[in-house]
């Protein structure tokens, strides 16, 4: 790992104004949340959780379940996102439903549907069936926003010219896909996979290690290996645990992305030449095998070939530019939209109804909640400001100090912060404070990397002339960083502020409440609310907290964030 | 005319879009015929929509109203016929020069064997022989163009249609495709019946076509017809090269008209309103003084063009400028300086901005805009407020442009100032600046 490329590119938050359809999203998440609860009222009242075993044979084993869960999450995010941007880039009229519902998806808390998810999915499937396919469905839902986002944005971003010469040259629709839409958004669906892959082994551990009460969701896989290995206090294991989690990233950081990224490097539309282009070792090996080569003449070429001129036969060839929907069509939209709002009525309605079940006290408790959560994430972002500025800004104007001090910050940012939960709780329960400063940790922990790999890509970004500039000004060293660096930064740390405060909201739902050494660890707040209503079936409880939730994110992000993102965008971006 | 020497036809086509509440013609009433064995240009301000005709006629684009009839059948969706060059090349970067050429076969449905041998035979037709295997980003842009142009002879077309082919080149590469482009059209070595190129560079036009189509705009429409009754090869110094030129050039530049005309009226009054041509007043300055330079403070519009080094649409911008703060005429290809034009050329800084300062501030959009701010209680106008005022009258593209146009110029001029930072208009209290900094200083105070 050499090169200064930043380990998370953050999608830019959407410019787009809040409407309506936002509202109508949300609504549609309440909706979503109640059947969730309704399913979930059959739940068993106990479930049992796998025996995990701390043997050191064991761990291939565990690591390869990991694996195979975020293979099939990630598979399941490609399915969804080709056609679903493929559907809001095309269609005029489902952009005004999908892209909003995307950007709200986009900054849910996603963890706080977990507890919905498990019991309602417990419910209606056999257990152990139940918690697997909960710890894909969460998984997914962390991975397939912004890769549909990212392909929508291609979609959308595709030169005119390109565009009117594929139309001019009359491509049919596969040949478009493949010559044209799927190249141009190859090198953002590449950088996407890996940060959605980061954000992925988050949401897995934490899913891995999910229990409440007497009901103990854990699966086996490495997150489960390291809370078993803290819990019972076993050093050895929890080496064994981190270091076989660090090898997994690492192996497919080098033979899968980096490749991957090095591959698709040649999808650059810059008619120019790049200055150091990613590499890859095992690209490289991969092209001068010889075994290689001959799979793709023999077998791969042909194989494509056959494949393209039947696709190409069988899609006819387009005439017009754009589609016109005929009435029928209209129709049809606009009965699916009618249905689409009654059950949303009609849903609301009910999840209503459940909610003003809930006494005031209840709410009163989710406030209070709510609150305190906010302080905690505002603690940890204030800690990891106060010492990623710094260093960041130290790594991203040296070369030199970036060169050694990047490969150990990669890695110790591969490794999520969720896995290393219980190794923190056993190093914290016995300190004042306990469980609620290992809570602040944990979301500075999830957050801190995000703000770090923007201040120095930041930092690295502002120009030479004008360091010299404020060095032949003689400027002190608190005007130069008034002046100069802390607006030219401004705009790279709103946006790692923004992911930063989305992962400790986040990490709040498995960070406030712990089983840990056979006892339950608990602190008030909100995610605290969501995992206690989880353990006693309490399920307007549940509704109302996990809703809280989500109306306050995005309500935070909607009022705040986006006005200091449009700020820092339009006052202070270094062109 | 017999009928089947006619190729295309575009008969009263109109393109409407709306823009807020009126609709606006980027094209109104075209009515053009393409005959076999013509080569034809559009020529034309940007902004006329001889783009957006061509599109029309590709079949890019559908016409709001009228018909485009190709080979006397009326055109639905993508001409089959008929293949573009782009100005930008339009290469797929990711393949390489054979793969780009082969892409265009591919989506005919020719098999792989044929496809790669006559893609070799087209590069090698363009003198591409050798770089089958390089990436557009290997070439240079002329070599990048002769890709476009092998591409486009790929699928044999009728009618090639070429966006400003030569535009985004420099001068030799451009010099030397149009060279060779001429060479197979006049020698009828492609199978192409028939050539449509839109350009903003008329020598280019008068040195390839046999007829000029010339546009102009506010509304984009055809105004006259030129034929080139000029034999290949044509040569740039020739007098009647000249004179078709100067010809093209004083139909374009038009007839200095009497100042209401000119100027237009004030948006919200009745009349035609015009819009402000898109030039700095540091140009038209450099540009009086150039005229001031000549002889009797005269010159032929067209020699302009080379000795100032700019392209037709910018001298055309300039010397409409020119015509509409009173600083020239123009009659018949020629430009005149007045006699204020003559002193503004003159003139030192401040006695320049004093002149184009009083100039300016009759021109109806200022005046229009300079009132309204007159008009408010604190001297200041949101620009929101202004750019939907001004979208009655121009598209929004235009609107926002037209908008800063003015503040360029009400700065210069120091008649109004602009707010960046708070999207302001206001009213430049008399030389003092200290308020500037002290807003700068209030705004960093803002999170």
Redesign the interface.
Same mark, same amino acid.
């Given at each position: 790992m050499s090169s200064a490329r930043p380990l998370f590119r953050v999608a830019s938050p959407i410019r787009r104004q809040a409407t309506w359809a936002d509202a109508v999203v949300v609504v549609g998440l309440a909706v979503l949340l109640y059947a969730g609860v309704r399913l979930a009222l059959g739940a068993p009242a106990a479930i049992r959780g796998p025996e995990i075993s701390l043997a050191p044979g064991t761990l291939p084993w565990y690591a390869g379940l990991s694996l195979l869960r975020m293979l099939a999450a990630y598979a399941l995010s490609l399915l969804f996102t080709l056609p679903y941007g493929y559907l809001a880039a095309r269609n005029r009229r489902a952009e005004h439903i999908l892209l909003p519902l995307l950007d709200v998806l986009q900054s849910v808390p996603i963890l706080s549907f977990l507890p919905v998810v498990l019991l309602s999915l417990t419910a209606v499937l056999p257990e152990r069936l139940a918690v697997e396919l909960a710890a894909i469905v969460l998984i997914f839902t962390s991975q397939a926003w912004n890769l549909t986002f990212a392909w929508y944005q291609s979609l959308t971003t595709i030169?005119k010219? %390109?565009r009117? &010469?594929s &139309?001019? +040259?009359? +491509?049919?629709p596969w /040949?478009r896909l493949t #010559? @044209?839409e799927l190249?141009f958004a190859a090198l953002s669906l590449v950088w996407n996979s890996v940060m959605s892959w980061a954000g992925g082994w988050f949401f897995l551990m934490a899913a891995e290690i999910f229990s409440v009460g007497h009901r103990d969701f854990r699966l086996p896989g490495l997150g489960a290996y390291l809370q078993e290995a803290a819990s019972q206090g076993d050093g050895w294991a929890i080496v064994r645990g981190v270091a076989a989690l660090v090898f997994v990233i690492v192996l497919l950081d080098q033979l899968a992305w980096r490749p991957l990224l090095a591959w698709a490097d040649? +999808?650059? /539309?810059?008619? %120019? &030449?790049g200055e150091n282009p990613p590499t890859s070792w095992f690209l490289d090996a991969l092209r001068k095998a010889r075994l290689v080569a001959w799979a793709r003449g023999a077998v791969w070429a042909p194989l494509l &070939?056959r494949l393209d001129a039947w696709l @190409?036969?069988r899609l006819p060839?387009? #005439?017009? %530019?754009g589609e016109q929907s005929g009435a029928a069509a209209r129709w049809g939209g606009r009965a699916l939209g009618g249905a689409a709002a009654l059950v949303l009525v009609y849903g609301g309605l009910r999840a209503v109804a459940l909610l003003v079940t809930l006494p005031l006290a209840a709410w009163a408790d989710i406030a209070g909640g709510l609150a305190l959560t906010f302080l905690r994430v505002a603690a940890a972002l204030v800690l990891a400001l106060a010492w990623t500025v710094p260093l960041g800004v130290a790594i991203g104007s040296s070369p030199r100090l970036a060169a050694w001090v990047q490969p150990l910050v990669q890695i110790a940012a591969s490794v999520p912060a969720t896995a290393l939960f219980p190794i923190l709780l056993l190093g914290v329960t016995r300190l004042p404070g306990g469980i609620n400063l290992a809570a602040v940790l944990l979301m500075l922990m999830g957050t801190q990397w995000y703000l770090l790999f923007n201040v120095i890509a930041g930092a690295s970004a502002i120009p030479q002339d004008l360091k010299l500039t404020t060095a032949l000004l003689r400027l002190s060293r608190w005007d130069r960083w008034r002046t100069l660096i802390l607006p030219a930064l401004l705009p790279f740390l709103v946006t790692g502020a923004i992911t930063a405060s989305g992962g400790a909201w986040n990490a709040s739902v498995v960070a406030e409440h712990a089983e840990f050494g056979g006892r339950s660890l608990s602190t008030y707040g909100i995610g605290a609310s969501i995992a206690r209503a989880t353990a006693a079936g309490d399920y307007a409880q549940l509704l109302a907290a996990t809703l809280a939730m989500i109306v306050a994110v995005v309500l935070l992000n909607r009022l705040v964030w986006r006005r200091?993102y449009r700020?820092a965008e339009d006052?202070c971006r270094l062109e | 005319m017999a009928p089947t020497e006619e190729l295309l036809t575009l008969d009263r086509v109109h393109q409407v879009y709306a823009s807020g509440e009126r609709p606006f013609f980027a094209i109104q009433d075209v009515t053009l015929a393409l005959r076999e064995g013509e080569f034809v240009t559009l020529v034309g301000p940007s902004g006329c929509g001889k783009s957006t005709l061509l599109r029309i006629i590709t079949g890019l684009q559908r016409p709001s109203e009228g018909q485009v009839r190709y080979r006397g059948q009326v055109l639905r969706g993508i001409n089959p016929h008929a293949t573009i060059v782009f100005q930008t090349f339009a290469l797929f970067p990711w393949l390489t020069v054979l793969e780009n050429v082969d892409v265009a076969l591919k989506a005919r449905g020719l098999p792989p064997a044929l496809r790669t041998a006559r893609a070799l035979d087209l590069l090698d037709r363009v003198g591409l022989d050798g770089f089958e295997g390089a990436y557009p980003r290997e070439l240079s842009g002329g070599m990048r163009q002769k890709v476009g142009f092998a591409r486009a002879m790929a699928v044999d077309p009728e009618l090639l249609c070429l966006d400003e082919p030569f535009s985004a080149l420099d001068v030799l590469s451009a010099d030397a495709l149009r060279g060779e482009l001429l060479e197979l059209w006049t020698a009828g070595k492609i199978p192409t019946r028939a050539i449509l190129m839109v350009t903003h560079n008329i020598e280019e036009a008068v040195f390839m076509a046999d007829r000029i189509v010339v546009m102009q705009k506010d509304p984009g429409r055809v105004v006259t017809e030129l034929p080139v009754p000029l034999a290949h090869p044509r040569h740039r110094k020739a007098p009647a090269f000249l004179e078709m030129v100067d010809r093209v050039y004083a139909t374009l530049a038009g007839q200095t008209q009497p100042e209401h005309v000119e100027m237009g009226s004030a948006p919200g009054e009745p009349g035609l309103k015009r819009a402000l041509p898109d030039t700095t007043i540091t140009d038209l300055a450099g540009f009086c003084e150039h005229v001031a330079a000549k002889p009797g403070d005269r010159a032929d519009i067209y020699r302009l063009a080379e000795e100032l080094r700019v392209d037709s649409d910018h001298l055309l911008r300039l010397t409409e400028a020119a015509e509409l703060l009173g600083f020239a005429t123009v009659t018949g290809g020629d430009i005149a300086l007045t006699p204020l034009g003559e002193t503004f050329a003159e003139a030192g800084i401040l006695a320049r901005k004093e002149i184009c300062a009083t100039r300016i501030r009759r021109l109806p959009l200022v005046r229009w805009l300079l009132a309204m701010l007159q008009a408010t209680h604190e001297k200041r106008l949101e620009r929101g407020v202004a750019q939907t005022a001004l979208e009655l009258d121009f598209p929004a593209e235009v609107a926002t442009r037209q908008l800063e146009i003015i503040v360029n110029w009400g700065r210069y001029t120091e008649l109004l100032a602009y707010d960046d930072t708070r999207d302001l208009f206001y009213l430049e209290p008399a030389g003092n600046a200290s308020h500037l900094l002290a807003a700068g200083e209030r705004t960093r105070g803002e999170p």
């Open positions: 030169p010219e %390109l009117e &010469a &139309a001019a +040259f009359r +491509f049919q /040949l #010559t @044209l190249p040649r +999808f650059k /539309l810059e008619m %120019l &030449a &070939a @190409l036969t060839s387009p #005439t017009h %530019l200091v700020y006052r | -």
